[in-house]
T-cell receptor
């Protein structure tokens, strides 16, 4: 079974600075997808970024980028130029076969003005 | 992107009563939908997979007689919490897959008094 581990329950970053959230996963599959979701106080899950395992190039979305290390089963999220609106819970997730999505425990990000 | 709605957004009920939560895919068809439960300050835990026209698949430890799932059409899945008790109070989220991505509903907050 897939498992996802986020070892940082809480992180803090100064506004305009850069922060990296860690995620590791365990899977026996070779083809899968990885995601970072943001959950603000409204609790709506918002997709931040998606990575396909067969692509070696790291995904980027504006200020958000990932460091995908397939062999190490590591998938960290880097947020550059942090903004107050980035404050939220961030969940790393693993999806296999368009079906089974598993989430990490989450990291609460605080952005200090 | 695809839109998933949930109704109601919040509900308060008395212990022993049943509550139905609806999950709809608004602009696409979903043969599969997923139901998650999220306790405060915790991650999303998959409860069950809802399959259109067939029985739902429940995760280990989830009581299928307590959490009834019906996926009667390609755009609607319902979760009924039967004989609800205070420990069932939680945030319930549904999702539907589209091309190796999951789209989440806004969630339903259930409070059982």
């Amino acid at each position: 079974a897939q498992t996802v581990t986020q070892s940082q329950p809480e992180m803090s970053v100064q506004e305009a600075e850069t922060v990296t959230l860690s995620c590791t996963y365990d899977t026996s599959e070779s083809d899968y997808y990885l995601f970072w979701y943001k959950q603000p106080p409204s609790r709506q899950m918002i997709l931040v970024i998606r990575q396909e395992a067969y692509k070696q190039q790291n995904a980027t979305e504006n200020r958000f980028s990932v460091n995908f290390q397939k062999a190490a089963k590591s998938f960290s999220l880097k947020i550059s130029d942090s903004q107050l609106g980035d404050a939220a819970m961030y969940f790393c997730a693993h999806l296999y076969n368009n079906n089974d999505m598993r989430f990490g425990a989450g990291t609460r990000l605080t952005v200090k003005p | 992107g695809a839109v998933v709605s949930q109704h109601p957004s919040w509900v308060i009920c008395k212990s022993g009563t049943s509550v139905k939560i609806e999950c709809r895919s608004l602009d696409f068809q979903a043969t599969t939908m997923f139901w998650y439960r999220q306790f405060p300050k915790q991650s999303l835990m998959l409860m069950a997979t809802s399959n259109e026209g067939s029985k739902a698949t429940y995760e280990q430890g989830v009581e299928k007689d307590k959490f009834l799932i019906n996926h009667a059409s390609l755009t609607l899945s319902t979760l009924t919490v039967t004989s609800a008790h205070p420990e069932d109070s939680s945030f319930y989220i549904c999702s539907a897959p589209v091309t190796f991505e999951q789209f989440f509903g806004p969630g339903t907050r259930l409070t059982v008094l």
